[in-house]
């Protein structure tokens, strides 16, 4: 694997284990009500959506085993550029429902 490739792939499981501290024993009501908590949730996002789209650009074929992969760049984009429209309902269950897995297939991925 290149050396590029892990560097994106790192970056990737470094925000999602960034984001996972951020939410530690909190719930979504409690998400709601912490300002800080979301807008650093979503410079993590924002991160990985970068990471996946450099790395889609330099190895397609692992960026190809990354489940929803061009779907966390759009939710990139909207996080972005969409400030105005974010639905912290839609972000919370990107935490608890889709995170795990882009967690576990980048830890496969850098074999780790």
Known sequence: MQLETQKHLFDVLEA???IEAYVL???YV???SQSV???AVERKFEII????NRLQREDAEVFGQITGAQRIISFRNILAHGYDVIDRA????????????LRA???KL???
């Open 110 to 112: 850098l074999a780790i």
């Open 105 to 107: 297939e980048s830890e």
């Open 49 to 52: 959506g970068e990471a996946l």
């Open 30 to 32: 409690a998400f709601l």
């Open 37 to 39: 908590t979301q807008a």
């Open 90 to 101: 839609i972000v919370w269950d990107i935490i608890k429902n889709h995170m795990p897995i």
């Open 16 to 18: 999602v284990k960034e």
């Open 25 to 27: 024993g909190i719930d």
